[in-house]
């Protein structure tokens, strides 16, 4: 008989159980508990680079407050800040804690193709984690060589952290993609090869799609890093000479010669712009799934958002260079990714018009993670736009290396990715624990991140029109910045504190809803996918009990006239309704 | 409903925050005016987007929201729009090309270099600028990281005849005439860096191993600061440097003034004992040996590099230096060091205090060494040196073994604003923002008990 995976074996008997707690909590290789474990792991860590950045703007806003933050500290604090939060936390939790938990949900499975390798991935994943942590503690502290690492610099003396910090900065990014390439094929192979009966490609909801395009450009993205994590380590440790030309230090002349420090920048940008992708594509699914189920309406133009996900994913590898206009490479190369970098504002703004489109003529119940997905598609507006400023070539030049460039992915990379994470936190929740949360509590600190974080990230555009440069420990001195620019500086400060502290309220939501919210039942929000459909909430292991759920339409039939309630699950035999006629306001 | 109204408001908000804010372009000062274009431009397309779309936004949850008054209320069941998705497509796509066809147009301009364009040098370092016009035979001399020394910081090659006319500025420092495009070729000799003068709107990476360059018309006269936006390590911040963009016969007179390779190239060597007999005047205060008096509130010379002494007498002496009411001990020397008054009467000077045996000067300031250690070594080393024997590179003395009480005493004056603070005094004014790696007197006792334990 040939070998069936346990994701998708339809008799639940063959599934063993785990019976202590070890196994159950531990080394569980469920993949709702390894869901559980990496956002643990990246909300922890995030925690960090949170505090981090509230250090970055105490120096900032209130320079000479805090004696211990001196410039050494302060470019460590930027460093550790910016790569935590892209990697360690939204990488990590976007596929590593939703992937993990709604992919074999969503797609009818039991568990991930490869449950073993899948736990081996989050444990590999916190060793890169404590790696990284373990920066603080080395002679010379964590690296301060800017998240981009870029060479000669993060490897010469002159930057903190030269030795040892960027020595444990590229070994975790090396374990961590490890353990990104043991969870991402196991996503795609499980999206690829475990769906259920009935489930194709064209009915999978756009979690799936964002999850499973963002897995495919991890795995095609990282391994550029990892060569370049593994070239920079051998500069720093062999004397080799990758990216570290002839070089002068403390007036002696090092031993490299001939590396091209542009060579690690085509390196890590074609890593890092597709990055920016693997982070907002699983957004961008998720985001549409919350906005269609509380809207109780389908998603808008379900064809277009799938095929503009596509898009966006295989243009992401086509634009890395708009990172690198004015870094000395070869400036003819502007006109090609200025080009592509405009090409992909199509997609992307189609997927924006389809959001609001979905909003259109819907029924729109204005609960918490509506609310936050409301205020993502506002702030990816706004951070969408002035991307069209930064990958304009042209426009870059005066305002590249700028508080402006800090403003616009703070906006699109942070804010938004943010608002999603929580509007899918407060939309899964109730599916995760069977408790509803406190909703009085939610919308407050809903109201506190949106505003709150669009006091900071607004007037942030406009130091950098201004001209103030990113990655001043202070701006002493200079001219053109009026005394004006500090007190602008000052309240920012005072925003991002009110924003760091008002996530407190989702913490103390969770937890006492954990203990004391109601009970939420199966399927709270009236959804159709397949994970509102389980026999338990929260799901037990092997998810479907004694058969597996067959499919038997797409995922958003919502408020289908002539059904009787405003939404048909997927698992509920009949036939389709036609999906493709044209409707025209209220005319048909 | 709160938040279709606040969707309103952040819109309006955000209009009225763009009309009030006084931060925006600094007035332009080069004639890369189009490139504001291109920026208006975007701002006004990207601007009726953000109003269009947050409004419609706004509109569609508040008409559509679910609410006690109307509970039957049933979303439309709209898969998709083939028309008006296609419209869309169509609409964006010229919204986008309108954007970026102006935008490549004024980037074919940036990369064109005018035929006529006159060329000058940026060099960059940690933390330092230096820089470079060609001379009479209007060529620049080849470069090259391996002829870098104390006496040839631009790597100039001495052996071609190109380079020997070339002017050569060792300050932060530059000068431009006004009208007339000029090329700026960026080289770096450690690692990247970045030309950046906002006011002319353009701005390029100085990339160690090769030549970068962009090209500007300055356009009106004025002083501006040259700015570093390529993260370059721990004295990013402080890499400054100004320009001066000047009418065509003050620039011409102000290259004349400038130094050829050649000259800098034979320039004498200070003479010891020329030096000697200077000297017997600073002796009565500094010591036979320059050992320092503290009673004197004279610190100790001797172990201090001669480029370090030269520069510093050469600042009293201009005022840069002593000329603070409060710095009394600094007025004191202003006098004495105008007795020193050429250049070359500087350097023998210098010459004779570098020949005087260096024994370490006593320990007087107590603090903890290991903790000074770690402020030291994450802040001060990049510059001073592990050993904080002090480097030409950085342009940063020795610190080992020198008057302890003196170093506590510069230290506060570059936190009080006492020193570093003038107008030419450019390496003072790197030491005013290091200094906040001590804020507190405990960690700056911490910090020169560490430097003690180098000696």
């Known amino acids: 008989m040939a070998y069936v995976p346990l994701a998708d074996q339809d008799d639940a008997h063959a599934l063993h159980d785990p019976d202590s707690f070890i196994t159950k909590y531990v080394w569980s290789q469920d993949h709702k508990v390894i869901a559980i474990q990496y956002g643990g792991i990246a909300i922890f860590v995030g925690l960090i680079a949170l505090g981090l950045s509230i250090l970055m703007r105490l120096q900032l806003g209130f320079p000479d407050t805090i004696s211990w933050i001196d410039p050494a500290f302060y470019y460590q604090a930027v460093t550790m800040h910016g790569m935590i939060m892209v990697v360690y936390l939204l990488t990590a939790l976007f596929l590593g804690g939703f992937g993990n938990y709604l992919i074999p949900l969503m797609c009818g499975t039991r568990d991930m193709v490869f449950p073993f390798l899948n736990m081996l991935s989050v444990w590999v994943y916190l060793l890169s984690v404590l790696i990284l942590l373990a920066s603080f503690f080395v002679p010379g502290g964590p690296t301060g060589a800017g998240w981009t690492l870029y060479a000669p610099q993060s490897i010469t003396p002159g930057t903190p952290g030269s030795g040892y910090g960027i020595l444990l900065m590229l070994v975790s990014l090396g374990v961590f993609i490890i353990a990104f390439t043991m969870g991402g094929l196991n996503y795609v192979t499980t999206i690829l090869q475990a769906r259920t009966r009935g489930l194709t490609l064209m009915r999978l909801p756009l979690s799936i799609w964002g999850i499973f395009t963002a897995t495919v450009l991890g795995l095609f993205a990282f391994p550029a890093l990892l060569v370049s994590a593994i070239m920079l380590t051998f500069d720093l440790m062999l004397g080799t000479s990758f990216f570290v030309p002839s070089m002068i230090h403390m007036g002696e002349t090092l031993e490299h010669d001939g590396g091209s420090p542009i060579l690690f920048q085509h390196l890590f940008w074609f890593f890092g712009h597709p990055e920016v992708y693997i982070v907002a594509l699983p957004a961008f699914g998720l985001v549409s799934d919350v906005l269609s189920t509380h809207a109780r309406k389908n998603i808008f133009g379900y064809r277009m958002m799938v095929w503009a996900i596509i898009a966006i994913g295989g243009l992401s590898f086509l634009v890395w260079a708009h990172h690198m206009y004015v870094s000395g490479m070869n400036p003819y190369f502007g006109f090609f990714f200025a080009t592509t970098t405009l090409i992909i504002a199509v997609p992307t703004a189609l997927k924006v018009y389809n959001w609001v489109l979905t909003l259109w003529q819907g029924n729109i119940r204005l609960n918490t993670p509506m609310l936050f997905a409301i205020g993502f598609i506002f702030t990816f507006v706004h951070g969408g736009l002035t991307g069209l400023f930064l990958g304009n070539v042209i426009i870059d030049v005066p305002l590249a290396d700028t508080y402006f460039v800090v403003a616009h992915f703070h906006m699109v990379m942070g804010v938004s990715p943010v608002l999603v994470l929580y509007a899918a936190l407060y939309h899964w929740y109730p599916k995760m624990t069977g408790k509803m949360f406190n909703e009085t509590l939610g919308k407050i600190h809903f109201w506190c991140t949106f505003l709150g974080t669009y006091a900071i990230y607004l007037p942030m555009h406009y130091l950098g029109f201004l001209g103030v440069p990113r990655r001043y420990y202070e701006m002493g001195n200079t001219d053109f910045i009026p005394a004006s620019a500090q007190a602008l500086n000052a309240n920012i400060t005072i925003a991002a504190i009110f924003v760091a502290i008002a996530q407190l309220l989702f913490f103390i939501n969770i937890f006492w809803s954990l203990k004391s919210g109601k009970p939420s039942g199966g399927n709270p929000w009236g959804a159709t996918t397949l994970e509102w459909q389980t026999p338990d909430t929260p799901p037990k292991h092997g998810n479907w009990g004694e058969e597996l759920p067959a499919v038997y339409r797409w995922a958003y039939d919502y408020s289908v006239p002539g059904a009787e309630k405003d939404f048909i699950p997927q698992n509920e035999p009949g036939e389709e309704y036609e999906k493709t006629f044209h409707h025209k306001g209220g005319e048909s | ?455």
Not at chain 2, 349 to 365: F, H, K, M, N
Request: hydrophobic share 40%; with cysteine.
């Open chain 2, 1 to 455: 409903m709160a938040i279709a109204v606040v969707l309103v408001l952040l819109v309006v908000g955000s209009i009225i925050f763009h009309l009030v804010s006084p931060w925006w372009f600094t007035d332009i000062a080069s004639h890369w005016a189009n490139i504001d274009f291109t920026v208006n431009l975007t701002f006004w397309v990207t601007g009726f987007v953000f109003i269009a779309v947050n409004l419609f936004l706004a509109y569609s949850v508040y008409r559509y929201r679910q609410s006690k008054d109307t509970p039957d209320n049933k979303a439309v069941y709209e898969p998709e729009n083939a028309r008006l998705e296609t419209g869309l497509t169509i609409l964006t796509a010229l919204g986008v090309a309108a954007m970026l066809a102006p935008g490549l147009f004024v980037w074919a301009q940036f990369v064109t270099v005018p035929e006529d364009a006159t060329e000058f040098e940026a060099f960059g370092s940690q933390w330092q600028w230096a820089f470079r016009y060609p001379g009479d035979d209007g060529v620049m001399g080849t470069a090259d990281i391996s002829h870098i020394s104390e006496t040839n910081p631009w790597g100039i090659n001495p052996a071609d005849p190109a380079g020997q006319d070339d002017l050569v500025v060792k300050a932060p420092y530059m000068a431009l005439p006004v009208d007339q495009p000029v090329k700026a070729l960026l080289r770096s000799r450690d690692v990247l860096h970045n030309y950046t003068v906002p006011q002319f709107r353009a701005k390029m990476d100085m990339v160690p191993g090769m030549v970068s360059y962009m090209w500007i018309e300055p356009t009106r006269t004025g002083v501006f600061d040259v700015l570093c936006e390529q993260y370059c390590g721990l004295g990013h911040h402080i890499m400054r440097a100004q320009i001066e963009v000047m009418e065509p016969a003050d620039y011409e007179q102000w290259l004349d003034q400038q130094m050829t390779f050649a000259e800098t190239q034979s320039l004498p060597e200070g003479s010891v004992s020329a030096g000697r007999q200077a000297y017997a005047t600073c002796a009565s205060c500094h010591g036979q040996n320059g050992e320092g008096n503290q009673a004197m509130n004279a610190p100790k010379l001797a172990g201090l590099q001669d480029w370090y002494i030269a520069r510093q007498l050469r600042y009293y002496s201009e005022g840069v230096r002593g000329a603070n009411p409060d710095d009394s001990a600094g007025q004191m020397m202003a006098p004495m060091a105008a007795m020193v008054n050429s250049e070359e009467a500087r350097l023998n000077v210098a010459a004779y205090i570098e020949s005087l045996p260096d024994e370490p000067a006593p320990a007087t300031v107590e603090g903890d060494a290991e903790r000074g250690m770690r402020i030291y070594s994450a802040n001060c080393a990049a510059c001073h040196g592990a050993e904080a024997q002090g480097s030409w590179s950085t342009d940063a003395p020795a610190l080992a073994g020198m008057s302890d009480w003196y170093l506590a005493r510069q230290l506060n004056n570059y936190r009080d604003g006492i020193r570093g603070g003038e107008d030419g005094d450019h390496y003072g004014y790197q030491m005013t923002s290091m200094v906040k790696a001590m804020r507190t007197e405990a960690q700056q006792n911490d910090v020169i008990a560490y430097i003690n334990t180098l000696r």
